[in-house]
């Protein structure tokens, strides 16, 4: 099935650590919120930009305090209306994401089995990649088989300084004085069972 074209009604920019964010609306709701150079990043949109929009305006600010770490769970303090355009499955998997708490990680594969798709790991994992909303739907905090942080559309490492953010970032993974971070998730660190 095939995504309808997105019609997206204004957008802004906004600067953070990680850069450039594009943020996008539609008449629904949130449309998009991507990096600079983020894969599937949709370039130059056809509408007006908006700074004084409402609902851009309130994403501004979630993103704000969000990367300033002003509120307790380190996400952003409440979602604004989202309406990211994919197809019916892609947003089954969207949804999936917004259960997934800050500070915790699953799998690909427990996303899938908590989708009743288990023999579909790859088919999530390719929806989790074009998620247009990254940080507020939390595609970050989907982790390889085995705990390594993999398949970020935003880059690796913006997907390591989003669980640093968030405190969810595997043990094993955070750098140490002794060496580079290995890349296995350990058995000890918080996680989202299935």
């Known amino acids: 099935?095939?995504?309808?074209?997105?019609?997206?009604?204004?957008?802004?920019?906004?600067?953070?650590?990680?850069?450039r964010l594009l943020i996008a609306r539609n008449a629904?709701?949130?449309?998009?919120l991507w990096f600079e150079d983020q894969k599937y990043h949709p370039g130059t949109i056809d509408a007006p930009r908006d700074d004084a929009d409402p609902l851009l305006r309130e994403t501004v600010a979630a993103m704000t305090a969000y990367f300033a770490g002003r509120d307790e769970a380190s996400t952003p303090p409440?979602?604004?209306p989202m309406a990211p355009a994919g197809t019916a499955?892609?947003?089954?998997?969207?949804r999936a994401l917004l259960d997934i708490p800050s500070g915790l990680t699953v799998t690909y594969g427990e996303l899938a089995?908590?989708?009743?798709?288990?023999?579909?790991?790859?088919?999530v994992a390719a929806a989790v990649g074009r998620n247009p909303v990254s940080v507020l739907?939390?595609?970050h905090r989907v982790l390889g088989a085995d705990g390594s942080l993999t398949g970020y559309a935003g880059g690796l490492h913006r997907k390591?300084?989003?669980?640093?953010?968030?405190g969810g970032l595997p043990a094993t993974l955070r750098p140490s004085p002794s060496g580079p971070p290995a890349r296995r998730h350990d058995n000890n660190t918080p996680g989202v069972s299935a």
């Open 1 to 19: 099935m095939k995504t309808s074209a997105v019609t997206h009604t204004a957008w802004t920019e906004a600067d953070t650590p990680l850069g």
């Open 28 to 32: 629904q709701g949130l449309s998009g």
């Open 78 to 80: 409440s979602l604004p």
């Open 89 to 94: 499955f892609q947003q089954a998997v969207w």
């Open 113 to 123: 089995a908590r989708l009743g798709r288990p023999e579909a790991v790859r088919a």
């Open 137 to 139: 739907i939390p595609c």
């Open 160 to 166: 390591e300084a989003l669980l640093t953010i968030e």
